[in-house]
């Protein structure tokens, strides 16, 4: 029989192989066939893994998770006296505490306060129920009879004792590997908030629930979105370009112009479709203009409202992501060889180019600067002057305290907010870059040490980041106040299949409305709590979500480049241009536009 080290690593194994196949999965490229022989293993392995995880029992699971914690300790101790120095570091963590403590206040009060609300209205619905009692005594006028309080509350608790039995399917969803109920408070009840200061996190996010609509309609995974009020914009690896109408609930366009993945989309702003009404030669009047980019070597512009493509920039590169500068009008391209490069929306003409990476894979722009991140591993911060764009920092020379490792990987997206630099890779926490000091935290955004960390976006003070559970393979979205980066809230549902991007905007409604693509386009509104409807969605509380990060991903993230199985085609043709110099090299081509 195996001994538990030996389990422990076969489920460590597992994990590996899982998260390698979620990776695989979203590769802009055709698979081979011995990539998709590995993807289909993929729920044999999750199997494999929930049985190995059943044998070990939760306690032992949760065992394990704090012997990993214990592992990580020793990296964390190497900065306790630098920590312990920094007053502005202890003031801010002491922030953190207050607020995550009044969080859990908030919600036993709300917890307290709804039960007794609960007792009441239950006591009186069943005062109307029960018919009064005459009295066969005296005048014949009666005495009406209602039950009595230990009565009533009897029959409260057999009710109440009712609703909270467990169901076979929540039984067996509590007794799943890897689900410790101490760790997940789920608010699912509508409450006053009486009881904590207006406006701070615990008030707002303690009673927050959110509404669902799924879109269907792409045919593959799909990799891009925006959104602006109730126009919400796509693209995937179906090539295709799609507009949908939230007021409707339906598809309003599809552009198929393009003949290659999809990597980025935009919806212009009123203010900015109006002046380059002033600009752009033959646009209809009144046209909401929307940009797209693609690895077929182009970027397009749209008329969303005559449902037409008015200008094709060709590019002569695969561009993996784009950026745009409103008020002037240039797009910030990133490209699949590794080019950073600035078009005129206005004439199409190309401003500036250079070579900045081995390959771009994401963009943000943030007023006049541009945010670049790579598949080395680099971060760059740019600075638009004139028609080009000049480097401000690159991220080559991380500050690191004494005994902490920065594994070096794939930037997959990137943000920012307040002169810091939030960004995910195939590790489980977000990465938080101070680029004018050079200094590097992390955030928590998983509860295990697997995970993949696909999206951030920062808008209206918050920080939202997705992430996958490699156990279950669902991915769920996390809610951080800014500045402060204070967690709040998780939002997820049953069966949510893989996110790989998020947008932000707000709904007609003026609350917050989150976007996710991937597997599927969903829509999730923050209700306002007198519209809610009784099948909303609960968030989630995760009490280790609002604790410190680890100071480094251990071999969680250092692992994640090191099976060349399931890199990109930029990085396998990087090594066989490397490894064998008779060889022909592999070039990626553009359709012609």
Same mark, same amino acid.
């Given at each position: 029989?195996?001994?538990?080290?030996?389990?422990?690593?076969?489920?460590?194994?597992?994990?590996?192989?899982?998260?390698?196949?979620?990776?695989?999965?979203?590769?802009?490229?055709?698979?081979?066939?011995?990539?998709?022989?590995?993807?289909?293993?993929?729920?044999?392995?999750?199997?494999?893994?929930?049985?190995?995880?059943?044998?070990?029992?939760?306690?032992?699971?949760?065992?394990?998770?704090?012997?990993?914690?214990?592992?990580?300790?020793?990296?964390?101790?190497? !900065?306790?006296?630098?920590? &312990?120095?920094?007053?502005?570091?202890?003031?801010?963590?002491?922030?953190?505490?207050?607020?995550?403590?009044?969080?859990?206040?908030?919600?036993?009060?709300?917890?307290?306060?709804?039960?007794?609300?609960?007792?009441? %209205?239950?006591?009186?619905?069943?005062?109307?129920r029960i018919p009064p009692k005459v009295s066969k005594t005296g005048d014949g006028a009666g005495d009406n009879k209602v039950p009595s309080p230990s009565t009533a509350k009897a029959e409260l608790l057999t009710l109440k004792q009712r609703k909270e039995s467990p169901s076979p399917k929540q039984a067996s969803e509590t007794s799943k590997p890897g689900k410790t109920n101490s760790q997940t408070t789920k608010f /699912?009840?509508?409450?006053?908030?009486?009881?904590?200061?207006?406006?701070?996190?615990?008030?707002?996010?303690?009673?927050?629930?959110?509404?669902?609509? =799924?879109?269907? +309609?792409?045919?593959?995974?799909?990799?891009?979105? @925006?959104?602006?009020? @109730?126009?919400?914009?796509s693209g995937g690896r179906d090539t295709m370009v799609k507009i949908w109408n939230m007021e409707n609930k339906e598809e309003q366009h599809s552009f198929g112009g393009h003949t290659g993945t999809v990597t980025s989309v935009k919806l212009l702003d009123s203010i900015e479709n109006r002046r380059l009404e002033n600009v752009v030669d033959d646009l209809p009047e009144g046209c909401q203009l929307a940009l797209s980019?693609? &690895?077929?070597?182009?970027?397009?512009?749209?008329?969303?409202?005559?449902?037409?493509?008015?200008?094709?920039?060709?590019?002569?590169?695969?561009?993996?992501?784009?950026?745009?500068?409103?008020?002037?009008?240039?797009?910030?391209?990133?490209?699949?060889?590794?080019?950073?490069?600035? #078009?005129?929306?206005?004439?199409?003409?190309?401003?500036? /180019?250079?070579? !900045?990476?081995?390959?771009?894979?994401?963009?943000? =722009?943030?007023?006049?600067?541009?945010?670049?991140?790579?598949?080395?591993?680099?971060?760059?911060? #740019?600075?638009?002057?004139?028609?080009?764009?000049?480097?401000?920092?690159?991220?080559?020379?991380?500050?690191?305290?004494?005994?902490?490792?920065?594994?070096?990987?794939?930037?997959?997206?990137?943000?920012?907010?307040?002169?810091?630099?939030?960004?995910?890779? @195939?590790?489980?926490?977000?990465?938080?870059?101070?680029?004018?000091?050079?200094?590097?935290?992390?955030?928590?955004?998983?509860?295990?040490?697997?995970?993949?960390?696909?999206?951030?976006?920062?808008?209206?003070?918050?920080?939202?980041?997705?992430?996958?559970?490699?156990?279950?393979?669902?991915?769920?979205?996390?809610?951080?106040?800014?500045?402060?980066?204070?967690?709040?809230?998780?939002?997820?549902?049953?069966?949510?299949?893989?996110?790989?991007?998020?947008?932000?905007?707000?709904?007609?409604? +003026?609350?917050?409305?989150?976007?996710?693509?991937?597997? %599927?386009?969903?829509?999730?509104?923050?209700?306002?709590?007198?519209?809610?409807?009784?099948? /909303?969605?609960?968030?989630?509380?995760?009490?280790?979500?609002?604790?410190?990060?680890?100071?480094?991903?251990?071999?969680?993230?250092?692992?994640?480049?090191?099976?060349?199985?399931?890199?990109?085609?930029?990085?396998?043709?990087?090594?066989?241009?490397?490894?064998?110099?008779?060889?022909?090299?592999?070039?990626?081509?553009?359709? =012609?536009?």
């Amino acid at each position: 029989m195996a001994s538990e080290s030996d389990t422990y690593s076969f489920i460590r194994k597992l994990r590996k192989k899982l998260r390698q196949i979620e990776r695989l999965e979203t590769v802009n490229r055709v698979l081979t066939d011995e990539e998709k022989l590995k993807v289909s293993r993929k729920e044999d392995l999750r199997n494999t893994l929930h049985e190995k995880l059943s044998e070990l029992g939760d306690e032992s699971f949760e065992e394990n998770n704090f012997s990993f914690e214990t592992q990580q300790s020793s990296f964390e101790s190497a !900065a306790v006296d630098d920590l &312990l120095n920094n007053s502005e570091e202890q003031t801010r963590l002491k922030d953190c505490s207050e607020e995550v403590k009044e969080f859990e206040m908030k919600r036993k009060a709300n917890e307290d306060e709804e039960e007794e609300s609960e007792n009441e %209205e239950t006591v009186s619905r069943l005062d109307e129920r029960i018919p009064p009692k005459v009295s066969k005594t005296g005048d014949g006028a009666g005495d009406n009879k209602v039950p009595s309080p230990s009565t009533a509350k009897a029959e409260l608790l057999t009710l109440k004792q009712r609703k909270e039995s467990p169901s076979p399917k929540q039984a067996s969803e509590t007794s799943k590997p890897g689900k410790t109920n101490s760790q997940t408070t789920k608010f /699912s009840k509508s409450t006053s908030q009486s009881s904590s200061k207006p406006g701070s996190p615990a008030s707002i996010w303690a009673t927050a629930k959110f509404s669902v609509h =799924v879109f269907e +309609g792409h045919n593959d995974l799909i990799g891009a979105v @925006d959104c602006l009020g @109730d126009t919400i914009i796509s693209g995937g690896r179906d090539t295709m370009v799609k507009i949908w109408n939230m007021e409707n609930k339906e598809e309003q366009h599809s552009f198929g112009g393009h003949t290659g993945t999809v990597t980025s989309v935009k919806l212009l702003d009123s203010i900015e479709n109006r002046r380059l009404e002033n600009v752009v030669d033959d646009l209809p009047e009144g046209c909401q203009l929307a940009l797209s980019s693609s &690895l077929d070597c182009s970027i397009k512009l749209w008329c969303i409202s005559s449902a037409t493509m008015v200008r094709s920039m060709y590019t002569y590169n695969p561009v993996t992501c784009m950026g745009y500068f409103p008020g002037v009008g240039y797009i910030v391209s990133g490209s699949d060889g590794g080019k950073v490069e600035l #078009w005129d929306i206005e004439s199409g003409n190309n401003l500036f /180019s250079t070579l !900045a990476h081995d390959s771009v894979t994401c963009i943000w =722009v943030d007023g006049s600067h541009a945010f670049t991140g790579a598949e080395e591993g680099i971060i760059k911060v #740019w600075e638009l002057r004139e028609k080009s764009l000049v480097t401000l920092y690159s991220s080559e020379n991380i500050e690191l305290a004494p005994s902490r490792k920065l594994s070096v990987e794939p930037v997959k997206c990137l943000t920012s907010f307040n002169q810091k630099i939030y960004y995910g890779n @195939d590790g489980q926490n977000i990465k938080v870059l101070s680029w004018k000091a050079g200094k590097l935290t992390k955030l928590k955004n998983h509860t295990s040490d697997f995970g993949l960390t696909d999206s951030v976006a920062v808008k209206d003070g918050l920080l939202i980041s997705t992430g996958l559970d490699v156990d279950s393979g669902n991915s769920f979205v996390n809610v951080r106040v800014l500045p402060e980066e204070i967690y709040v809230a998780t939002v997820t549902d049953e069966d949510v299949g893989r996110i790989v991007k998020i947008a932000i905007s707000k709904n007609s409604e +003026g609350t917050l409305r989150l976007v996710t693509v991937g597997s %599927e386009l969903i829509v999730w509104d923050l209700e306002r709590q007198k519209n809610r409807n009784p099948e /909303s969605i609960s968030i989630e509380f995760i009490s280790s979500l609002s604790t410190k990060a680890c100071d480094t991903d251990q071999d969680s993230d250092s692992d994640v480049s090191s099976d060349e199985d399931y890199g990109s085609i930029r990085t396998q043709r990087r090594r066989s241009s490397t490894n064998s110099t008779k060889q022909n090299p592999s070039w990626s081509w553009c359709s =012609v536009i």
